[in-house]
C-alpha cells in the first residue's frame, strides 16, 4: 500500500512546521504494518530536513540532513527503537485500535468522492483522548498517563467500496499546557492507494549500514 501525507504543526492559525511525506507500508497477518519506508521533508521556515526511515519488523535504518553517518556509510541502525516503529497508538486509519475507538461516534455523510479510481464513502467524527504526543512514527494518543496532555481528535474518513481507507483527515487540538498557552493544532491529510499492489521493502545492504549507539 502507497501513501503520501501533509500534516500542518502550529498555534492558534499560525503555521509553525510543515512536514510532508510519503512512502509504502507492507503489512502481515495479525501484526498490521510490518515494514515500511518513508520518505518526509520537515520545514520550519526557510530550512527544509530530509529524512527517509527504513522499518522491517524490530528494526529501523535512517538517513536525513541532520545524520551523523560514519564515511562510507548511509545508514544508521537501532532495533527496537520506539521513536521510529510503527505502533498501535498512532493516529492513522491503518491502525485497527484507533479505528475502533473512533467507531462509536463516526457518523456517515451524504459525501461521495473519488479516490484511488474509486468511489469512497465519508464518515466524520470527533474523540476525546487523555495523552497527545508526536514522535517520528507519527502523531500517537493514549489514557491520561499525568506527563502530556490529552486533546480533541476531530477526524474525517473516507472508505472504499472494500472498506479500506482512501482517505483521512484529522485536526488534533491539544489542551493548553496552562492558562497562558495557546493551544497546539496539528492537522494531517492521508491519501492511501494501492491496495492488494504487492510491495517490496527491504533493509539497506550491510555494508552501508553503521550501527547508531
Known amino acids: 500500500m502507497l501513501f503520501s501525507q501533509k500534516t500542518r504543526d502550529g498555534f492558534g ?12 507500508h507492507r503489512f502481515a497477518a495479525k501484526v498490521g504494518v510490518y515494514a515500511s519506508d518513508v520518505t518526509d521533508t520537515f520545514t520550519t521556515g526557510d530550512r527544509p530536513v530530509h529524512f527517509r526511515m527504513i522499518n522491517v ?33 498512532l493516529v492513522d486509519a491503518l491502525n485497527p485500535k484507533f479505528l475502533q475507538l473512533i467507531s462509536s461516534g463516526a457518523e456517515k455523510t451524504s459525501a461521495m468522492d473519488r479516490y484511488d479510481g474509486v468511489p469512497a464513502i465519508r464518515y466524520d467524527g470527533s ?10 512514527a507519527g502523531i500517537y494518543y493514549g489514557p ?3 506527563r502530556s496532555v490529552g486533546g480533541r481528535i476531530k477526524w474525517k474518513l473516507w472508505l472504499g467500496p472494500d472498506s479500506l481507507p482512501r482517505r483521512f483527515q484529522a485536526e488534533i487540538v491539544s489542551d ?3 492558562p497562558e498557552r495557546e493551544v497546539d493544532i496539528v492537522r494531517m491529510n492521508v ?8 510491495v517490496h521493502i527491504a533493509a539497506p545492504p550491510k555494508n552501508l549500514v553503521a550501527e547508531d549507539d
Open 13 to 24: 492559525s499560525d503555521v509553525v512546521a510543515l512536514t510532508v511525506a510519503h512512502g509504502k
Open 191 to 198: 491519501l492511501y492507494k494501492g491496495w492488494g499492489t504487492p
Open 127 to 136: 474523540v476525546k483522548v487523555g495523552s497527545l504526543g508526536s514522535r517520528q
Open 176 to 178: 493548553p499546557y496552562g
Open 57 to 89: 519488523g524490530r528494526d529501523s535504518y535512517t538517513q536525513g540532513t541532520w545524520a551523523n553517518i560514519p564515511e562510507g556509510k548511509k545508514w544508521l541502525h537501532r532495533r527496537d527503537s520506539d521513536g521510529f516503529l510503527w505502533s498501535q497508538n
Open 144 to 146: 491520561k498517563d499525568g
